[in-house]
């Protein structure tokens, strides 16, 4: 009877932690953009698949809190997942910040290039490893645009502006001193007061963010910094993804990568629709010529090799994503 009542009793917990319900809250600073769209798709194939066993509950336009608050409860564990731009990564993983070195990608369909690249998936995957986090997913977010009081239509138009930039590392700030800006850091919820009363003169981020929080009300001139792309990553939290166990682990990761097809086809004509928009209501979209457009990224640019010097592993991604954007560039 003994035995009988022992399997009995094991039984009972293994068909508990079979029925166990697990809940992935996902949080990101924006809104009705292609994050939210990546975010509805995991959720849908998610718990299609693990039959109710995880609630995935979307928390987008920093519903949880700025950037910085985010990023540490993931590595706490009390945020299982968020959406920022790597360069908001970099104080907790600091190889994040690779991927906001000027010129590295032509477009945005070539960035998903480099990113589907074996070689470069392996090595972002090892991203955050110390710190108990990994890049469950890394997408181009658009373009990087900036929206300025005084528009920029030279490189000239940079110098003595104060702009927030998408980081607060070296490598986000030396760029723009190089132009001879004011570049400052603040999470994207605080950025919209900052422009009104122009304690900033601009800031730099995704195109449709602009659209999204109709910065069209608040400065019209927004300008299109050549080579330069908003990547952001889906950041989970390691001891979460290895608690669901293997089948359900499975099953997040391959929503995951199925739920990238968002990004090549809804997030790319989303920016287009974002340039008419930002039109219709009165907003300029502007390119930099092509001499001020080489210049931008000549000055930029000229600033990588002593960052990079400093630290070596940074400098070891960043040959390897320009090794892997030379393979996939057509």
């Known amino acids: 009877m003994k035995t009988i009542w022992i399997a009995g009793a094991l039984f009972a917990v293994a068909l508990s932690a079979s029925a166990q319900q697990f809940t992935m809250k996902l949080s990101s600073p924006t809104i009705n953009d292609v994050s939210q769209e990546w975010m509805k798709a995991f959720k849908s194939g998610v ?21 910085p608050r985010t990023v540490e409860g993931v590595a706490l564990g009390t945020i299982e997942m968020t959406l920022p731009a790597t360069g908001f990564l970099a104080t907790l993983e600091p190889r994040f910040v690779v991927f906001d070195a000027p010129g590295l990608f032509d477009s945005m369909q070539h960035a998903e290039r480099v990113f589907a690249d074996p070689e470069v998936a392996r090595r972002i995957a090892t991203f955050g490893a110390t710190k108990g986090v ?35 590392a070296p490598l986000h700030f030396e760029p723009f001193r190089k132009l001879g800006a004011s570049p400052v850091s603040i999470p994207l919820g605080e950025v919209m007061p900052a422009m009104q009363n122009r304690t900033i003169d601009g800031f730099i981020g995704g195109l449709t963010v602009f659209t999204s929080f109709k910065y069209y009300d608040v400065a019209k001139g927004l300008t299109r910094l050549p080579g330069s792309h908003l990547i952001a990553a889906g950041l989970v939290n390691r001891n979460f993804m290895k608690s669901l166990g293997p089948d359900l682990e499975a099953i997040v990761r391959e929503e995951a990568r199925k739920a990238e097809t968002i990004f090549s086809t809804w997030g790319v004509e989303d920016v287009e629709r974002g340039r008419k928009i930002w039109a219709q209501n009165g907003g300029e979209n502007i390119e930099l010529p092509a001499a001020e457009a080489k210049r931008y990224l000549d000055e930029t640019t000229s ?4 960052l990079l010097a400093a630290n070596p592993q940074l400098k070891e991604d960043y040959e390897a994503l320009v090794a892997a954007a030379k393979r996939v560039r057509q």
């Open 303 to 306: 600033v990588l090799p002593g």
């Open 47 to 67: 718990e299609s698949r693990s039959g109710g066993k995880i609630k995935v509950e979307l928390y987008p336009a920093s519903q949880l809190g700025p950037i």
């Open 134 to 168: 990994e890049p469950l997913i890394t997408f181009v977010h658009g373009p990087l645009v900036l929206l300025a009081h005084r528009p920029i239509r030279a490189v000239a138009d940079f110098k003595g502006q104060k702009i927030r930039v998408p980081g607060g």
